[in-house]
């Protein structure tokens, strides 16, 4: 399996937690995640990149919120890394965005509902920085390869495969415990997307919902099943998020979690 350097963090080498809230709310409340996240991966050892966007692509209305925006949000997002010393992560939706991300976050990442885009995963590709592919709900585990070979194409062998839910019918995603298998065949670290799995993309009507009280049964079955790390959208009161609150775990739930998390790892990497 191959290491990827994110940062100070390897992915592949143990397991590894990104997470952060869905997307940037303000500064305050940013700083204030990050550093509970900080001070919650360094007490158990478990590596953290924090993630949060500066601004979302995709809503299903256009009334909701989206973020600060490219130049504040990466602002906010350069403040972490330097007063919390980890590495940040953030997703990209346009060419036009790459430079300016690629000068501040550490790994960038392809949006799920993207990753077919080979302008954008080219572009990505091209800044040499780690790249976060998260495989769509449309897309079978075995067709990820093509997009890899984009990223490849580049001279780009830093990438991370995410797992995020398949289609299950009309408002429902599912989460194929196969997929984690066939995916480390392509010889890169996998990632399970809990928070995102667990999302009922438009079953608000106007809004997504989601489950979260699935997040954490999903997460311990990943890491039995054999994924890299987990990919959490956090925040202290999800009713109360500006986006994607449904599915987003309480800050207070984090700890338990990984630790639950990292004695199954611990087991699973002893079975081989």
């Known amino acids: 399996m191959k290491k990827v350097s994110v940062g100070n963090v390897n992915i592949g080498a143990g397991l590894v937690l990104i997470a952060g809230p869905c997307v940037i709310e303000s500064e305050d409340s940013c700083l204030e995640t990050a550093g509970e996240l900080k001070s919650i991966t360094q007490e158990i050892g478990i590596p953290l990149i924090f993630k949060s966007s500066y601004y979302k692509g995709n809503r299903t209305s256009h009334n909701s919120f989206r973020g600060p925006g490219l130049e504040k949000g990466l602002r906010i997002l350069e403040?972490?890394?330097?007063e919390f010393a980890v590495p940040v992560l953030s997703d990209v939706h346009c060419r036009e965005e790459v430079k300016a991300a690629a000068c501040v976050l550490d790994m960038l990442q392809i949006p799920a509902f993207l990753c077919r885009q080979t302008d954008l995963i080219i572009s990505v590709a091209k800044t040499g920085k780690a790249v976060n592919i998260k495989k769509g709900q449309f897309v079978a585990p075995w067709d990820v390869g093509n997009i890899l070979e984009k990223v490849k194409s580049c001279?780009?062998?830093s990438i991370v495969i995410t797992e995020r839910g398949t289609c299950f019918g009309y408002n429902n995603l599912i989460v194929d415990m196969r997929a984690f298998a066939q995916l480390r065949k392509f010889g890169y670290p996998v990632i399970f997307d809990a928070t995102h799995s667990v999302q009922l993309p438009g079953g608000k009507g106007s809004a997504s919902g989601g489950e979260r009280e699935f997040v954490i049964p999903l997460s311990r079955a990943a890491v039995g099943a054999g994924c890299d790390g987990l990919f959490l959208e956090v925040h202290p009161k999800p009713d109360e998020?500006?986006?994607?609150g449904p599915n987003m775990l309480p800050l207070n739930e984090v700890k338990s979690l990984l630790e639950q998390v990292m004695a199954i790892d611990a087991i699973v990497k002893k079975e081989g």
């Open 79 to 82: 403040q972490v890394k330097t």
């Open 155 to 157: 001279g780009n062998e």
């Open 241 to 244: 998020a500006l986006c994607d």
